[in-house]
């Protein structure tokens, strides 16, 4: 059926983990989907995401982003980077607290393109607790390196660990 996800690879962290890597993007699909749901961390820290080349991470200052981060509790502002070296696909989970985690779901496109930037759209979202309010960021960002990606790594923006959480990356039917 037209539309239907594939599970490509999947990770569940139960105990402090810097990174989390998806991979196994191939040509048999178009388009690519990673959820991720109640991730928690063990230091207050927002959730980044690199691509991948050939199964590495790719560190270098490529990322260009720009999302609008959403505020239950005050105005809402844009965020946008370019020549970054990670880009944050969520905004600061509070850690230690019961019910604060991290959720969102990305699209990956042009991945297995070598003539074209990898593209990944942003739709998270997350409750505030010190804040009592809920936030989140909708956008999107590009690696602008034309080579084909096969992956995504998911870590903290500033090094810290993630705790728990589901990982999936979908291949999406065309």
Same mark, same amino acid.
């Given at each position: 059926?037209?539309?239907?996800?594939?599970?490509?690879?999947?990770?569940?962290?139960?105990?402090?983990?810097?990174?989390?890597?998806?991979?196994?993007?191939?040509?048999?699909?178009?388009?690519?989907?990673?959820?991720?749901?109640? $991730?928690?961390?063990?230091?207050?820290? %927002?959730?980044?995401?690199?691509?991948?080349?050939?199964?590495?991470?790719?560190?270098?200052?490529?990322?260009?982003?720009?999302?609008?981060?959403?505020?239950?509790?005050?105005?809402?502002?844009?965020?946008?980077?370019?020549?970054?070296?990670?880009?944050?696909?969520? %905004?600061?989970?509070?850690?230690?607290?019961?019910?604060?985690?991290?959720?969102?779901?990305?699209?990956?496109?042009?991945?297995?393109?070598?003539?074209?930037?990898?593209?990944?759209?942003?739709?998270? $979202?997350?409750?505030?607790?010190?804040?009592?309010? %809920?936030?989140? *960021?909708?956008?999107? *960002?590009?690696?602008?390196?034309?080579? %084909?990606?096969?992956?995504?790594?998911?870590?903290?923006?500033?090094?810290?660990?993630?705790?728990?959480?589901? *990982?999936?990356?979908?291949?999406?039917?065309?």
């Amino acid at each position: 059926m037209s539309g239907s996800l594939v599970l490509i690879d999947s990770e569940t962290v139960t105990s402090s983990t810097a990174t989390v890597e998806l991979t196994g993007i191939d040509t048999t699909y178009n388009v690519y989907q990673v959820v991720i749901s109640n $991730v928690t961390v063990d230091t207050d820290d %927002a959730l980044s995401m690199r691509v991948t080349k050939s199964g590495t991470a790719q560190t270098d200052s490529e990322y260009d982003d720009a999302k609008k981060y959403l505020k239950s509790d005050a105005s809402s502002a844009d965020i946008s980077n370019t020549n970054a070296t990670q880009v944050d696909i969520t %905004a600061t989970i509070d850690s230690g607290v019961s019910g604060a985690s991290g959720n969102g779901t990305y699209f990956l496109f042009n991945f297995t393109n070598a003539s074209e930037y990898s593209f990944v759209t942003i739709d998270s $979202v997350h409750f505030q607790y010190n804040d009592d309010c %809920a936030r989140g *960021f909708i956008g999107g *960002f590009v690696h602008t390196v034309s080579s %084909a990606s096969d992956g995504v790594q998911i870590k903290t923006n500033g090094g810290n660990n993630m705790e728990s959480g589901e *990982f999936k990356l979908y291949g999406i039917v065309k």
